[in-house]
């Protein structure tokens, strides 16, 4: 769940979180209500396609203010949204029962991707305002 502690101090890539975390909560309900495979496909397949826009946009902000770890921070993203096609992949060729482990790993990564690398360019970002 977003909390404003995960904050990176821009409303447009904050609202961008919050839709990830709105789209793992629906994930996970959809594994606890035991939906139908083709639901959760479904799910994993939107998440992943905002994942990759959101990404987008966070990428694009980040050259706009000249952040020096684009490049890692870009890789970030780019294993991420590798790992999470995975999955779809795996579901979708009937090799992968989805849990809610999978479910915490998304929920997981996303928050440890805020308070660790988002936050930096956060900060890096208020220093050059300064």
Known sequence: ????????????????HKQLFALIDNFYKGI????PKERLEELILGLVSYTKTHF???ELHMSRMGY?????H??????FVKNVTGYYDR?????LILSIEVTNFLKDWLVNHIKGSDQQYAAFELAQKV
Do not use: F
């Open 1 to 16: 769940m977003w909390t404003q502690e995960l904050s990176v101090d821009n409303v447009s890539i904050d609202n961008e």
């Open 32 to 35: 606890k209500d035991n939906s």
């Open 56 to 58: 987008s946009n966070e």
């Open 68 to 72: 020096p770890d684009l490049a890692s």
């Open 74 to 79: 870009k890789e970030l993203h780019e294993v």
């Open 91 to 95: 579901l979708k060729g009937g090799k």
